[in-house]
Structure formats: structure tokens, C-alpha cells
């Protein structure tokens, strides 16, 4: 089983319409949660940062951590078509290993 | 401009070959590291480094090596013995300690066996 699980898509939505993004993981030592927007062949850059449990709201994106389920979501209002990409969660133990576990990525389509 | 420059964008290897993918900074990161992409995979822990002359295996190292000699570059060695080296390769780096966990990424390179 992996430690990180996302579900790949393809997620197809029409322009304007709520999006709900979320992953799964198995180690309770997770305690920084982050979400990374990658457009075809690039790199990844970050778009939202967590630390523990909470939400954390920038402009139209809100990311939020249930460390009790171990469950985190990133909800995307009013999508727009420059949202189309792939979506990776990403999370990082407190202590031990200083790197981060990458979730396989959902890939987002917005339709005009 | 300040970032992360990996060369070459597209990269072949011949059966029996080593390669090298290039990864240079000029952020004055302390910390790099090189990750693998397979479609459907996500983006796995080849190595990583947090400062110079040191670096630490991570979940798939093997077939793979790196070295560390200059804080600015993070070269990635594919060997021949890494059976299935088609993937696309990402280096990253970050500020060593700083709490928000920020990996600025390279645009990568796509390695394919000949």
C-alpha cells in the first residue's frame, strides 16, 4: 500500500464549477501537508502550504487537513481553464527523513 | 534570473550505457534533490542532498548515482544497471530549514532507451 494515495482522474469540470481535489495517507507522522500545480511536461510549483491540522484559504484555492481521518483536500472556486493541470499532494514527516511524499497526481481539465 | 537549470530537456541511452542528467542553482539553496516521474506514479525519491559532500538514498536509488561537490550542482548519474531508466526527471532544491517546505523544481528532462 502506498504511504500517499490520490486518485489520477482525468477530473473534467466546466468553467465556474467548485472543484474538491483530495488524497489520503496511511503514516500519522505526516505533519506538513502541501499541494503542487504541474503543467504538462514542467516542473511542479508549489500552491499551498499547511502545517498540521486546519485550513488555510489563498484567493480562489482552500486546502484543508483532517489529520483524523488523514485525509486533505484543495477546493478550487470559480475554475477557470488556466486551472487545467495536474494536481499533487505532497507531505513530510516532523522529524526523520527531510523530504517530501508525492501523491501520483489528478490530472484537472476546466472546459470553456 | 535565479532558478533551476537541468540539461538536456530530451535525453536517449544506448543498452549498457551511463548517462549523466545535469541539475545547476543559482538560489543558494542548501538542499537539492532528484525525483523520477512515471505516468500514473507521481513523482518518486531518487536522492537527496542537504549540503555539500553529503547526500542520502532515497526510495529508488538503486541503478542510479550523484554527486555533490559544489553547493550549485546536483548531478544525476543513470547507470546500465538501472533496467527500465525511461521516465521523466525533475531536480529540485529548497532553502535547508525553512518551514514552509518550498521545492523549486527544474523543468526536467525526459530520459528514453534507444
Known amino acids: 500500500q502506498k504511504e500517499v494515495e490520490q486518485d489520477p482522474g482525468p477530473l473534467s469540470v466546466p468553467e465556474g464549477a467548485i472543484v474538491s481535489l483530495n488524497c489520503t495517507y496511511s503514516?500519522?507522522?505526516?505533519?506538513?501537508f502541501m499541494w503542487y500545480r504541474q503543467y504538462s511536461r514542467k516542473g511542479p510549483e508549489l500552491l499551498m502550504y499547511?502545517?498540521?491540522?486546519g485550513n488555510k484559504e489563498d484567493g480562489r484555492f482552500t486546502a484543508q487537513v483532517d489529520k483524523s481521518s488523514k485525509y486533505i483536500s484543495l477546493f478550487i472556486r470559480d475554475s477557470q481553464p488556466s486551472d487545467s493541470a495536474t494536481y499533487l499532494c505532497?507531505?513530510?514527516?516532523?522529524?526523520?527523513?527531510?523530504?517530501?511524499?508525492f501523491g501520483s497526481g489528478t490530472r484537472l481539465q476546466v472546459q470553456p | 534570473d535565479g532558478g533551476i537549470t537541468q540539461s538536456p530537456k530530451y535525453l536517449f541511452r544506448k543498452e549498457g550505457q551511463n548517462v549523466t542528467l545535469s541539475c545547476e542553482q543559482n538560489l543558494n539553496h542548501d538542499a537539492m534533490y532528484w525525483y523520477r516521474q512515471d505516468p500514473g506514479q507521481g513523482l518518486r525519491l531518487i536522492y537527496y542532498?542537504?549540503?555539500?559532500?553529503?547526500?542520502q538514498k532515497g526510495d529508488i536509488a538503486e541503478g542510479y548515482s550523484v554527486s555533490r561537490e559544489k553547493k550549485e550542482s546536483f548531478p544525476l548519474t543513470v547507470t546500465s544497471a538501472q533496467k527500465n531508466p525511461t521516465a521523466f526527471y525533475l531536480c529540485?532544491?529548497?532553502?535547508?530549514?525553512?518551514?514552509?517546505?518550498?521545492?523549486?523544481f527544474g523543468s526536467g528532462t525526459q530520459l528514453s532507451v534507444l
Open positions: 529540485a532544491s529548497r532553502i535547508a530549514g525553512e518551514a514552509n517546505e518550498k521545492l523549486f
Open positions: 542532498s542537504q549540503i555539500v559532500n553529503d547526500f
Open positions: 505532497a507531505m513530510k514527516r516532523d522529524t526523520g527523513r527531510r523530504a517530501l511524499t
Open positions: 499547511t502545517y498540521s491540522s
Open positions: 503514516n500519522s507522522a505526516f505533519q506538513y
